[in-house]
């Protein structure tokens, strides 16, 4: 059984519960505040874009960056203060939580990444076009390295810690728990540039994503392993490719024209996704029996 997801240590009574998920609200809004206030009038705030070249593509970053800082901030206080429980019973059903696997995950998916943007590359030159500068690159780099983490613990924390747990003690059914909160995780991204513009089919791909952090949780008993995976991969998108449809405008090595829905990159992430999981079914002892654990 997976300790971390039928943890019922903490109080967590409906009204402390709903007061967590209105602070969460909270911090972001006023996280988000900030970047309201410094957008010129006649900027758009869905094209990120614009925004970026209004604002400059650092300082854009950064303000990006308040609202998920708040609410990591928010969520770690409130499991102390509020719910009585430590933040690695939040992070992992462990009795510490495991570096070694997040760092595992991180690299097992940001090689994988590389070698499907090699492979993209060599399918389709076109596409993908060489963007590399010196400066603007490593400042870049430094900054995914110091936020990323931050932003993707917000993230976890919220989706795959707190939430997770709490739909898992409601729902008779920890496959359903899963499912629910991967495609809560989705729909938080609907509002994405990428989204706005080339339609809510793109959708599928973050709920999917989001269904698949929750997976490796419930089968890995914490949050290590989606977390590794999770920073990988905004990292390395991040420094691997940019397009003026990200919600995150830095200076990859690659330009792209937009996010490709096409048969070629979905059958690339899925390939990439299998090696992942048969690399991981490897290095570690999953029981598949912990998804489909029913709660007593």
Partial sequence: MSTFLHNTEGSYTPAKVWFTLLMVIVAHTVG??????????HINPSDTHQVALALGSTRFFLLQ??????????????QRWVHKRTMVQLFTGRSKVSVRRFFYSFFLWGSIMVLTTLIQIGLNTEEL?????????????LLLILFIPVQVLAEELLFRGFILQRLNGLIPSS???????????GLLHASN?????????????????GVFLSFLTVVDNGLELAYGFHVANNFFQGILITSSDQAFQLNGLFKSNGVSLSFTSILLLLGSLTVYLALCFR??????????????
């Fill in 129 to 141: 076009v060489w963007n590399f500068n010196a400066i603007p690159f490593f400042k870049t780099m």
């Fill in 283 to 296: 290095a570690y002892p999953w029981s598949i029996k912990a998804v489909f654990k029913n709660n007593e």
């Fill in 32 to 41: 988000s505040l900030p970047l309201f206030f410094a957008l010129p009038d």
């Fill in 65 to 78: 960056m308040i609202p998920f800082a708040l609410v990591a901030v928010v969520l770690i206080a409130l």
């Fill in 175 to 185: 496959l359903f728990s899963m499912l629910l909160s991967g495609v809560l995780f």
């Fill in 193 to 209: 540039p990428e989204v706005m513009t080339h339609g809510y089919g793109l959708l599928f791909v973050y709920i999917g994503f």
